[in-house]
Every structure is written in structure tokens, then in C-alpha cells.
């Protein structure tokens, strides 16, 4: 597939293209409500989905949820998003997720999702990812509980991935969405002491089999915007990296292609 990521369109083809809103990292809490809230009535009716990495509020505080929920209520786009570590930090997640899933935000925790903007199929799958380190750096399944149990998380989440992967196999538009990092290439700029907690080569194993059109994630606030695992294309949509509120990609189904147009 073929990716572009400078700004420029890709080449007119025959097929139906999807734009898709992407951004992590939002942090959303009660002082930047009237930001949040402008950012997304801007985008809205612009795409057709709205895809959301992760780290939607500051503290994983219900209240803070209820800033993006109040955002998106009233949207036309649909909303997809997954779990980021800031939304564990405050032990609420069930209260959490109620709030977004209130305002009709399709929380992916993990899970898949098949929607059809424009009656083509598109496949989202949705994880949090974890932590565990690339090549040089990996965590290990050995010694203490707690570390195997780090390990073991980790598992979880590249389980769901592939089985959601398995499961929208057939629709001619796919998409995962993260928090952690599949790909060192996309943290690039973060201290490499760090990379451990940031991402694992883990998550890369089902993206490198099932070959999706797209892999989001979010987390490295000073990492690299663009990456690939395999030939699939992986961009780190942290709202830092990009400097702006949304990236938006267009994905054409009858060439399974994505362009990253601005």
C-alpha cells in the first residue's frame, strides 16, 4: 500500500475514499472544555470517522470524560476510541467508559468494530497495547509475579489484536487503532531508556500477518510521526507530535491505499 505523509494527495484512483480524523493524547479536563469542544465541531461533517488514541483525560477522572463526552454528543461522525494510560489512572474505568458510550463513543477496550461510511466496510480494531520493550530492551516472562504479570497483560492485548484482526478480515477497508507504540520507528525522539514503557515489538506480530491499511497509536508525545511495521504504514497520532488537533488520512478501498493529506 502506498503511503504519503507530506502533505500531498495521493493519485486519483477509481475507488471510494474514506477520510478518517485521528488524534491521541487529548487529555481533555476542565480547562481546555471550550478548546476540545471547538476542535471537534470543526472536524465534524468533514470525515467520515473520527478516530481517538488513547489518553483522553489528564487523570482518568469521570468529569474529565464528560468534557470529550460533551464534544461529541451532538456529532454527526462517528467516534472510535481506545484506552490510554491516563484513563486507568483514577481506578474508574467502568465509570469512564459509561460516560463516553453515554455521548455514543465507541470505546474499544480492547475489541472490534465494523462500520460503513459511504457502504464500504470498514474494520476497526481497538486496543490499548502495552508496555514491553523492542529488540535489546524486551521484558521477560520470568521471575517475579508482578513481572509476569506485566508480561502476561501485554499477551491479553496482542491476543485481542489478532483475533480482531481475524475477524474484519473481509472488509476491504482495515484499520487498528492503539495507544502503545507496535513500532520503535514511531518513538523516535523519546530517550531510548524509556522506549520499554512506550510500546512493544509485540503488537507488531499480528499487524505483520494480517497486513492492515492502517495502524494509529498515540503515547510518545516526542517521538516521530511516521513509521512502518512491515509494509504497513503506523503514524503516532499523540496530539504533541503532530502539532495540530487532527490528522486526517484517506483511505481508498479499491487500491488499499491511505494517504496522510494534512
Known amino acids: 500500500m502506498a503511503v504519503e505523509a507530506n502533505g500531498r494527495p495521493a493519485p486519483a484512483t477509481g475507488g471510494v475514499s474514506i477520510r478518517v480524523a485521528a488524534a491521541g493524547d487529548i487529555h481533555c479536563n476542565q480547562d481546555n472544555r471550550d478548546q476540545t469542544a471547538k476542535a471537534f465541531a470543526e472536524i465534524d461533517g468533514t470525515v467520515d470517522l473520527i478516530l481517538l488514541a488513547g ?7 469521570p ?12 456529532l454527526k461522525t462517528p467516534v472510535f476510541t481506545v484506552l490510554g494510560n491516563h484513563d486507568w489512572e483514577s481506578d474508574s474505568r467502568d465509570e469512564l467508559v459509561a460516560v463516553l458510550e ?24 481497538g486496543a490499548k497495547g502495552f508496555v514491553g520493550g523492542f529488540p535489546g530492551s524486551h521484558a521477560s516472562n ?12 501485554t499477551t491479553v492485548e496482542v491476543e485481542a489484536l489478532d483475533a480482531g484482526l481475524a ?29 520499554t514503557f512506550l ?16 495502524v494509529l497509536h498515540g503515547h510518545a508525545h516526542a517521538g516521530t510521526f511516521e513509521g ?20 486526517v ?14
Open 228 to 247: 512502518r511495521v512491515g509494509d504497513v504504514p503506523v503514524f503516532n497520532v499523540s496530539v504533541p507530535v503532530m502539532r495540530r488537533d487532527f490528522w
Open 63 to 74: 468529569d474529565q470524560a464528560r468534557v470529550l463526552a460533551d464534544a461529541c454528543r451532538d
Open 199 to 214: 510500546g512493544t515489538d509485540r503488537l507488531a506480530a499480528p499487524i505483520v500477518e494480517h497486513e492492515p491499511d492502517l
Open 167 to 195: 475477524a474484519v478480515a473481509t472488509c476491504p477497508v482495515r484499520i487498528v487503532l492503539l495507544h502503545y507504540a507496535p513500532t520503535e520507528e514511531t518513538l523516535r525522539g523519546e530517550p531510548e531508556g524509556i522506549w
Open 142 to 153: 520470568f521471575g517475579e509475579p508482578s513481572i509476569r504479570a506485566l508480561y502476561q497483560e
Open 102 to 125: 453515554d455521548a455514543r463513543i465507541t470505546v474499544l477496550d480492547p475489541g472490534h468494530a465494523i462500520c460503513r461510511p459511504k457502504d464500504v466496510e470498514v474494520g476497526i480494531v
Open 249 to 262: 488520512f484517506e483511505l481508498t478501498a479499491a487500491e488499499r491505499r491511505a494517504s496522510a493529506i494534512h
Open 55 to 61: 489518553d483522553l483525560t489528564t487523570h482518568g477522572e
